[in-house]
Each structure stands twice: as C-alpha cells, then as structure tokens.
C-alpha cells in the first residue's frame, strides 16, 4: 500500500504541477485516511490524563520560543534575497531574534519547564548524541535528494512532472521495501543494530 501510495502522489502531483495551488489538496484525503485509521486501529496504552493537568504539564513558554525562533529562522531565510535584501533589516533581525529564541528555548528547557519538551539529559550520553548526528545527516541528505531529484529531472533532462515522478519511483520503491523489510526484521528478532546498519550501509 506504501508504496502504490508513493506512485500515486507522484503521478497526480505531476498531473496537478501545472495547477500548483491544487496540489496541496491531494494531501487532504490521503490525510483524512491516515487520521480514520489512526483514530480507531491505532491502539496505544497511555495514561488517562485529566484535561486540566494535561494542559498544566504542556510546556508551553518552550513551545513558544521553538515555534517562534523555527518561523523567525525559515521566514528568514525563505525570503532573503527575493522578498528582501539579505543585509536589509527584516531579514538580519527575524535570524537574529530567531537564534536567540532558540537559545531562550534551551534556557526554559534547563532551569524552568518541569516537563520539558528536549530533556537535556538525553544529550550526556555518547550513544545519543551519535544517534542524532547519524539522524540529522541521514535527514538533511535524504530531504536534498527528494527536493532536489525533480528539480534535476525537470530542468536538466527536460522531463514533463509526470515523468519527473516517473523517474522518482525506484526511491521512493527501495524507500517502502527497505523500511517494511527492517521494521520486520526488528520485530522477529529484537536487533535493532544489525538492521540499522545494514541499510545505512548499503544505502
């Protein structure tokens, strides 16, 4: 299903590329599914939370800065040098407050919220820290490669956007076999390791 999902994002999208502003509509029925399911299949054992104490347990002053310094930082660099001159004031003040909202984040996250939303504790391990740099780098080379791909098919072979998503397909292909593949693996045996890097390996 993952991965006739996979084609069929991309041959629509390829079809609606002509019509931008419908693609984000293609998103809105794949989504109300994935919610339906979720809402009755998914089964998780959480603890039942009175409303008040909930929303009391949100760290909220945290979300604020993340949430604020995020917008701050991509408005920023979205729009500097096509809505606004990279030395122009807009832009030089939404990365500037951005990253110290960021760093007002870390504070609240270390001496203020109770429940914080990154515990700095999970930064004292070597083993975590190796799993976040392996996830950002893995992150930031897969996000290129899916940006970049179409772009490369479009304005460099002159591809039509149906054959762009055409062309996309074996990613998105090995992406599906690859995760169901591991997530098998995983729960027959319990390894995670072996899995792991295996495929980034070979990947």
Known sequence: ??????????????????????????????????????????????????????????????????????????????????????????????????????ICFFLVEWKVAKYPIIPLRIFKHHSNLAALFVCFFHGYVFIGGSYYLPLYFQTILD?????????VLPTSVALSIGSIATGIFIRKTGMYLPGKFTIHTVG
């Open 1 to 102: 299903m993952a991965m006739v999902s996979h084609f069929e994002v991309r041959t629509l999208r390829g079809r609606l590329a002509n019509h931008q502003h419908r693609c984000f509509y293609l998103n809105l029925p794949l989504d109300g599914l994935a919610f339906i399911i979720i809402f009755f299949f998914l089964d998780l054992k959480t603890p039942r939370t009175p409303l008040l104490a909930g929303l009391k347990a949100i760290d909220w002053v945290g979300a604020f800065f993340v949430i604020g310094g995020t917008l701050m930082i991509l408005f920023g660099l979205e729009d500097g040098g096509v809505e606004y001159p990279w030395k122009s004031a807009t832009i030089i003040c939404l990365l500037i407050f951005g990253f110290i909202s960021f």
């Open 159 to 167: 591809c039509t956007p149906i054959l762009s998503g055409v062309y």
